[in-house]
C-alpha cells in the first residue's frame, strides 16, 4: 500500500493532484461521434492535427495551446512554432478562459487548463471527432458545479471556429463572470520565420482595431515589416469576431487580464498598438440550475476589405450569422467526408477503433497524395491549365481541340481522343495526367524542416488541381488511392517514369509543374545533394503490380509503347575511378545546367527540365526502356555477397542511416530487385522486340554478361573484379547520356530480358542467402571494405528494415518467414511496453566522462590534439569534432607520418567512427534510438500478410496469421491512450523511448496500414477479377446486434441500407460491401436499376469487376456471405 504524502498547499489552497487513472474509448456528444480520453491531463502533452475541407490548417496541443492559420506556415493567425514551444505552456498561444464563479456569497478565480485550476478536484478530458475535424476540451470542475467545454474546428469560409460552454451541474443557480477568447493573435506580413526571428519587432509595426458598431476586431500592420527608404502597405489583416454573449465587453490585449483576475472591472478596447493582438470578451451571466451559456469565437487572416466588409454586414443580424457559421462548418465537415468517401476510407464494423483508423489513415493519405474529388470524369479547364503549364508550345498546337472537348469528358475518353490526334508528346502528357487536388506536402511543427503550401480554390473559387511531395514520400500514397480509382495506375507509373533520369535515378521532388532538385549551396550546412535509390524499384513496383492485378496483360502489351521521357537533372555522376577511391564525394552540381534547365521550364514549360533531342521535342523512349533503366543501373553497383552500393551520397528509406551512404550495401533494395526481376521476367513473354536507346541496349548486353559469368559465391578477389566490371559498365551508360548521346535505337529482343532476369537471379538469391545472420535474422546493410584489388564485406548490426524487405521479397519459404519472425520477437529489437519493434536495437552508451578518456599517454604530445586532466588521464582536444579536425591539426603540427596514422587510428577506435551509420545512432527520437518508427512497423505487418496471402503450408500460415495478429496488437489503435501516448486511432510517426507518439498525421504507414486493412477484409484483385477472401479477419468485428451504415455514392449522395446483426460493411471503389455470415459462399450484386444476381463463391466475374473499376454506377451494392468457419477467432 502506498503511504500518502504531505498536504502541498498553494497559499492557503490545497493543491489538488489527484492519482487517477487515464482511459480511453468512444462517445457521443450533441450528436456526435468522438474519440474520447478521459483525464488526459495524468499525460504528457502531445500534438493533434486538426483537418478541415479547405486551406485552414490546425495543430493543437492536449494542454490547449494552438497554432493555426491559411494556406502555408507564412500565414499564421496564431505563432507558427515548433511543437517544443507550443506545448511548452498553455498560454503559449491560441485561446484564453477566465472565470469568476459566484456561488453562497463567495467568488472562486477559475482557469481551465491552466496550473492555477489545480487548487480544485477538477476532471480534464479530450475529444476529438471521429473524422478528425474538431477537438473539445472539456474540463469539469466538481468543487463550484460546473463544466466547461470547448471545441476548436475549421471551414472554408470563416477560418477557425471556437465553440465554448459553460454547464451548471450541481442543480443551483450559479452567477459567472467570464474573459474568453483569442490570444496572441497575429496578422498578415508576420511569416514564421521573422516571428521566430524577430517577433519583437514586429510587435511594433502591429495595430488592432475593434469596429463600434458590430463585435468584429480587425488585426494589421500599420505598413509592411521593412527598413528600406520607401513606402510599403500591407493592405490584408486577420479578423476576429464572437456571436452568443449578452452584454459583451471587447479586449484587443491582454493589459487588462491580471485586473479581471482579480475582479475588477475592464474597458472595452478600441485600438491598440505595437503589441501581439487578443480578441477576449469579458462578460457576465446567470445560470439557472442544469443551465448552459454558449457562444462563438472566430478568426481568419489575409482578410481585404471586401471580405471585412462583408463580415461586418453579417454580423449586423447575429441570428443569420449564426446560422450562416453552423452551417459553414457542417458544409465543411462534409466535404471533407465527401473526399474520404471517394477514397474508401467508410467502414462500419464492431470493431469502432479499427474503423475509426482506418478513416483517419484514408484521410491523411489524401492529405498528402491527393485526392480525386470527381472521379474519372475530366476538369476540362484543369486540363487546359496543365498542358499550358507542361509545354506551351505544345498546348497552342493544341489548344482548339483541347477548347473543343466535351464536356463530361472521362479518364478514358480522353486517353482515347488523346490518341486519335497522332502526336505522341500529346499522348505522353495525357498518360500522365492526375486530376489530384487537396495535396500538400507533410509539414507541421513537429517536422519544422518541411514547408507545406494548401491552395485548394482560385481567386474565383474555383478548385486548383494539384500535387506537391517528396518522391520518396507521394507514389506511396497514390498507390493506396489508385486502390480506390485503379483507372489511374497507369497515370501514376506515367508520372513516376517520365520523371526518373537517364542516368537511371529520380528528382528529389515532384508537383505537378514539374521536378524539382536540391541546389548545392556551400553556405548552407543542410544543404546536400544526391540521389535516393530504394524507392525507385519498390514504389514502382508496388504500382506495377497492382496494375498488372488490374488489367492483366495491358502492360506487357505495352512495353513498346514510345510515350515516355526523361528528367534532366543537373547532377554529375562521377567516372568510376573516382567514385571508388571516394563514393562519398560522387556528384558534381552542374551550375550551368541547372541555369539552363530552370530558364527552359520558364520559357516551355516543366517539359523544359526533360531531356530534348536535337529539335528541341522531348526525347521519347518506350516503356521497357524506362523499365529496364533503374534496374540496369542498380545492378552497376551490384556487391555480390553484399549488396547494392549506396554511392550518389544518399542513403534509403531510413535517412537518419545517412553515413551508410557512401560505403554501405543495401540488403533492402536488393530484395526488392529480387522481386522486380521476378515481374519483369513475367512481363517480358513471347518472341518479341522493342526498341530501346542504344546505350540503354550495350549496358542491358554488358550486365547480363557479366552476371552470367558469376558462379557460386566469390572471393574477395572475385568480387572485387566483378565489382569493377559492372562499374565501369554504368560510367559508360553514363557517359554516353552526359553527352547527350543516347543512341539510335536497338531492336531488343523479349528475350534479352529474360536473359538478364536470368543471369541476375541467381547471383541475387546468392547474397540474399549469404546475408542471413547467426541469431536468425538478416542483415539490411553492410560495409564495402576495399584493399588493394579486393572487395570485402563487413557486417552491420540488426535492423528491422532488412526483416521487413526479405520477408516482402519472396526468397523466403513458409517456414523460413515463421523462423524469422520468431526470431525477430525474441531479438533486442522487441520492445515489450509498446509491444512492438524498434528500427535497431537501443544501446548502452558511454558515461560521458569514460567517452574521451584514453588507455594510457596518446602517441603525440601536443595540446592542441590531447590534454590530461588532474588525475592524469589523457583525452582528445575538446574543440575536436571530426576526423577532418584531427587530420587539419595532424598537419599544422607536422606531425610524422607514424604519428599522424597513430593518431588517427586511436580517434576512430576511441570514439568507434567506423561503426557510425548516421545520426540514427546519435539522437533520441525520429529514427533514432530507442524509437519505434511506426511506418516500419506497418511495412512489417503488410509484408506478414503478404507471406500469409502466398503461403502454401498449412502449419506455416497458421503460425504466419498468429504472427501477424500479435504484430496488429502493437499498433496505436490498439493500445489505451496511455500507451499510445495520443489519441490511438490517429497515426503518429515514431514513438521515442521516453515519450509517447510524436509528429501526428501524414506518416508513410497510412498507405501500408490501408492496403494492410483491405487485406484483412479480404478485398483482392487476382487477375482482374475482385474477390473477398478474408483470412485475416476477425469474427469480432462482426456486429453482434443490427446496425446501419451510411455512405457516399458515386453521385456523391448520402445513402444508409440497414445491416442484419452477425454483419459488417466497407466500401470498394465506393461501392457498399456487406459481410455476411451464413452457410454457402455468395455475392449477391444489387445493381442500380434494381436487378439481382447472384454469383456462387466470392469472386466476382470479370465484367463485374470493371464496373466497379471503373465506377460506372451499375451497382448499387454487393452483399457478400462468409462460411463462419473461414473467420479467425480471436
Known amino acids: 500500500m502506498t503511504t500518502p504524502g504531505p498536504?502541498?498547499?498553494?497559499?492557503?489552497?490545497v493543491y489538488q493532484a489527484p492519482d487517477v487513472a487515464v482511459s480511453g474509448g468512444f462517445t457521443t456528444i450533441d450528436g456526435e461521434r468522438y474519440a474520447r480520453i478521459c483525464n488526459v491531463d495524468q499525460m504528457a502533452p502531445f500534438l493533434m492535427s486538426v483537418a478541415s475541407d479547405s486551406d485552414a490548417w490546425l495543430f493543437v496541443g492536449s494542454n490547449g495551446p494552438f497554432t493555426a492559420g491559411r494556406g502555408t506556415p507564412d500565414t499564421a493567425l496564431f505563432p507558427y512554432q515548433t511543437v517544443d514551444k507550443i506545448l511548452r505552456d498553455p498560454t503559449t498561444s491560441g485561446?484564453?478562459?477566465?472565470?469568476?464563479?459566484?456561488r453562497g456569497g463567495d467568488t472562486a478565480l477559475w482557469e481551465p487548463w491552466q496550473e492555477t485550476a489545480s487548487v480544485y478536484r477538477i476532471t480534464r478530458n479530450l475529444y476529438k471527432r471521429v473524422d478528425g475535424t474538431a477537438v473539445l476540451f472539456e474540463e469539469v470542475n466538481h468543487d463550484l458545479g460546473v463544466r466547461f467545454r470547448a471545441r476548436l474546428s475549421a471551414c472554408d469560409r470563416f477560418g477557425l471556429v471556437r465553440h465554448a460552454a459553460i454547464d451548471e451541474l450541481d442543480g443551483k443557480p450559479v452567477g459567472i463572470r467570464y474573459l474568453d477568447g483569442w490570444h496572441q493573435v497575429i496578422p498578415p506580413g508576420v511569416d514564421a520565420q521573422t516571428y521566430a526571428r524577430l517577433s519583437y519587432l514586429a510587435a511594433a509595426y502591429m495595430r488592432h482595431e475593434r469596429l463600434a458598431d458590430v463585435p468584429l476586431a480587425i488585426y494589421s500592420l500599420n505598413a509592411a515589416i521593412s527598413d528600406r527608404a520607401e513606402p510599403s502597405e500591407s493592405l490584408r489583416v486577420a479578423g476576429a469576431w464572437s456571436i452568443g454573449h449578452p452584454d459583451p465587453v471587447i479586449l484587443l490585449s491582454d493589459r487588462q487580464l491580471a485586473t479581471f483576475r482579480r475582479g475588477g472591472d475592464v474597458q472595452s478596447e478600441s485600438e491598440v498598438r505595437g503589441e501581439i493582438g487578443a480578441y477576449l470578451v469579458a462578460d457576465r451571466i446567470h445560470l439557472a440550475e442544469g443551465g448552459r451559456h454558449a457562444w462563438y469565437t472566430v478568426g481568419d487572416t489575409r482578410l481585404d476589405h471586401a471580405a471585412i466588409v462583408e463580415l461586418r454586414a453579417l454580423l449586423g443580424d447575429p441570428d443569420r450569422a449564426k446560422a450562416t457559421l453552423e452551417a459553414a462548418v457542417v458544409a465543411d465537415r462534409a466535404g471533407l467526408r465527401h473526399r474520404v468517401a471517394g477514397a474508401d476510407g467508410l467502414q462500419q464494423t464492431a470493431d469502432e477503433a479499427a474503423s475509426a483508423n482506418h478513416f483517419s489513415n484514408v484521410l491523411f493519405n489524401i492529405m498528402r497524395g491527393g485526392s480525386f474529388d470527381r472521379g474519372y470524369d475530366i476538369p476540362l479547364h484543369d486540363l487546359a491549365t496543365y498542358l499550358r503549364d507542361q509545354n506551351r508550345a505544345l498546348f497552342e498546337r493544341h489548344r482548339r481541340w483541347v477548347e473543343g472537348l466535351p464536356a463530361g469528358l472521362t479518364l478514358h475518353g480522353l486517353r482515347q481522343a488523346a490518341g486519335e490526334r497522332g502526336d505522341p508528346q500529346l499522348a505522353r502528357l495525357v498518360r500522365a495526367y492526375l486530376p489530384l487536388t487537396y495535396s500538400r506536402r507533410h509539414g507541421d511543427p513537429s517536422r519544422p524542416w518541411n514547408r507545406f503550401s494548401i491552395r485548394l480554390r482560385d481567386a474565383d473559387g474555383k478548385p486548383v488541381y494539384g500535387y506537391e511531395g517528396n518522391w520518396r514520400d507521394?507514389?506511396?500514397n497514390w498507390e493506396a488511392l489508385d486502390q480506390s480509382f485503379p483507372g489511374y495506375l497507369a497515370q501514376s507509373i506515367a508520372v513516376f517514369l517520365d520523371a526518373s533520369t537517364a542516368d537511371g535515378y529520380n528528382p528529389y521532388r515532384i508537383t505537378r509543374t514539374g521536378i524539382d532538385w536540391e541546389v548545392e549551396d556551400p553556405r548552407d550546412p543542410w544543404s546536400h545533394i544526391g540521389y535516393w535509390g530504394d524507392h525507385q524499384i519498390v514504389y514502382l513496383l508496388r504500382l506495377l503490380e497492382a496494375h498488372e492485378r488490374h488489367e492483366p496483360g495491358a502492360l506487357a502489351g505495352a512495353l513498346g509503347e514510345r510515350i515516355y521521357a526523361y528528367a534532366h537533372v543537373p547532377y554529375r555522376i562521377a567516372d568510376f575511378a573516382t567514385v571508388l577511391a571516394d563514393p562519398r564525394a560522387t556528384i558534381e552540381f552542374d551550375r550551368a545546367l541547372h541555369d539552363a534547365l530552370v530558364a527552359a521550364s520558364r520559357d516551355l514549360g516543366a517539359d523544359g527540365k526533360l531531356v530534348r533531342d536535337e529539335g528541341g521535342e522531348v526525347r521519347l523512349v518506350t516503356l521497357g526502356e524506362k523499365l529496364l533503366l533503374p534496374l540496369l543501373v542498380k545492378l552497376t553497383n551490384f556487391v555480390p555477397g553484399g549488396g547494392i552500393w549506396l554511392n550518389t551520397q544518399r542513403p534509403e528509406w531510413n535517412d537518419a542511416n545517412n553515413a551508410l551512404a557512401g560505403w554501405g550495401l543495401s540488403v533492402v533494395t536488393l530484395?526488392?530487385?529480387?522481386?522486380?526481376?521476378?515481374?519483369?521476367?513475367?512481363?517480358?513473354?513471347?518472341?518479341?522486340?522493342?526498341?530501346?536507346?542504344?546505350?540503354?541496349?550495350?549496358?542491358?548486353?554488358?550486365?547480363?554478361?557479366?552476371?552470367?559469368?558469376?558462379?557460386?559465391?566469390?572471393?574477395?578477389?572475385?568480387?572485387?573484379r566483378v565489382l569493377v566490371d559492372l562499374g565501369r559498365a554504368g560510367e559508360a551508360q553514363r557517359q554516353a547520356v552526359y553527352a547527350g548521346d543516347l543512341g539510335a535505337d536497338v531492336p531488343t529482343p523479349l528475350a534479352s530480358i529474360r536473359a538478364l532476369?536470368?543471369?541476375?537471379?541467381?547471383?541475387?538469391?546468392?547474397?540474399?542467402?549469404?546475408?542471413?545472420?547467426?541469431?536468425?535474422?538478416?542483415?539490411?546493410?553492410?560495409?564495402?571494405?576495399?584493399?588493394?584489388?579486393?572487395?570485402?564485406?563487413?557486417?552491420?548490426?540488426p535492423m528491422l528494415e532488412g526483416q521487413v524487405a526479405m520477408l516482402d521479397s519472396g526468397f523466403l519459404r513458409d517456414a523460413e518467414a515463421v523462423a524469422l519472425l520468431r526470431a525477430l520477437r525474441t531479438s533486442?529489437?522487441?520492445r515489450p511496453d509498446q509491444h512492438s519493434y524498434l528500427l535497431y536495437p537501443d544501446r548502452t552508451l558511454t558515461p560521458f566522462l569514460e567517452k574521451n578518456t584514453l588507455d594510457g599517454r596518446p602517441p603525440l604530445d601536443d595540446p592542441s590534439l590531447f590534454v590530461a586532466d588532474a588525475t592524469g588521464a589523457w583525452h582528445f582536444q575538446a574543440d575536436l569534432s571530426t576526423i577532418t579536425d584531427v587530420e587539419r591539426r595532424l598537419g599544422l603540427v607536422g606531425a610524422s607520418p607514424e604519428a599522424r596514422a597513430a593518431v588517427l587510428e586511436l580517434w576512430r577506435t576511441t570514439f568507434a567512427h567506423d561503426e557510425f551509420t548516421g545520426?540514427?545512432?546519435?539522437?533520441?527520437?525520429?529514427?533514432?534510438?530507442?524509437?519505434?518508427?511506426?511506418?516500419?512497423?506497418?511495412?512489417?505487418?503488410?509484408?506478414?500478410?503478404?507471406?500469409?496471402?502466398?503461403?502454401?503450408?498449412p502449419v506455416s500460415a497458421t503460425a504466419l496469421a498468429e504472427i501477424y495478429g500479435d504484430i496488429r496488437d502493437g499498433m496505436g489503435f490498439r493500445k489505451t491512450p496511455q500507451a499510445y501516448g495520443a489519441f490511438p486511432t490517429d497515426p503518429y510517426s515514431h514513438t521515442p523511448s521516453h515519450h509517447g507518439a510524436q509528429q501526428p498525421g501524414m506518416t508513410g504507414q497510412v498507405k501500408e496500414q490501408i492496403l494492410a486493412r483491405f487485406g484483412e477484409l479480404g478485398a483482392e484483385v487476382v487477375d482482374g477479377r475482385l474477390g473477398f477472401r478474408p483470412r485475416l479477419l476477425h469474427r469480432s468485428e462482426f456486429s453482434a446486434v443490427a446496425r446501419s451504415f451510411s455512405w457516399l455514392d458515386l453521385s456523391g449522395s448520402g445513402s444508409t441500407c440497414e445491416l442484419p446483426a452477425e454483419s459488417l460493411a466497407f466500401t470498394y471503389c465506393q461501392v457498399p460491401i456487406c459481410y455476411?455470415?451464413?452457410?454457402?459462399p455468395s455475392v449477391e450484386l444489387e445493381r442500380t436499376d434494381g436487378r439481382v444476381e447472384v454469383v456462387a463463391g466470392t469472386e466476382l466475374p470479370r465484367d463485374a469487376s470493371v464496373a466497379i473499376f471503373e465506377r460506372r454506377g451499375t451497382y448499387r451494392r454487393l452483399t457478400v456471405t462468409l462460411p463462419r468457419e473461414t473467420l479467425r477467432v480471436p
Open 671 to 720: 530484395s526488392a530487385i529480387r522481386r522486380y526481376l521476378a515481374f519483369l521476367g513475367d512481363l517480358a513473354t513471347g518472341d518479341g522486340e522493342l526498341p530501346v536507346s542504344g546505350s540503354v541496349a550495350r549496358l542491358l548486353e554488358r550486365v547480363t554478361q557479366i552476371l552470367g559469368g558469376v558462379r557460386g559465391p566469390l572471393d574477395d578477389a572475385a568480387r572485387y
Open 757 to 797: 532476369v536470368a543471369a541476375a537471379a541467381p547471383v541475387v538469391d546468392q547474397t540474399l542467402l549469404a546475408s542471413r545472420r547467426p541469431d536468425g535474422l538478416v542483415h539490411s546493410y553492410n560495409l564495402l571494405r576495399i584493399e588493394g584489388e579486393r572487395a570485402l564485406v563487413d557486417h552491420l548490426g
Open 919 to 953: 545520426r540514427s545512432g546519435t539522437f533520441f527520437m525520429f529514427e533514432g534510438l530507442g524509437s519505434i518508427y511506426w511506418h516500419m512497423i506497418a511495412k512489417l505487418l503488410l509484408a506478414v500478410q503478404g507471406c500469409h496471402r502466398r503461403a502454401t503450408d
Open 7 to 13: 498536504t502541498i498547499r498553494l497559499g492557503a489552497a
Open 95 to 102: 485561446a484564453r478562459t477566465v472565470f469568476l464563479v459566484a
Open 828 to 830: 533486442a529489437m522487441y
Open 1076 to 1080: 455476411r455470415l451464413g452457410d454457402a
Open 474 to 476: 507521394i507514389f506511396q
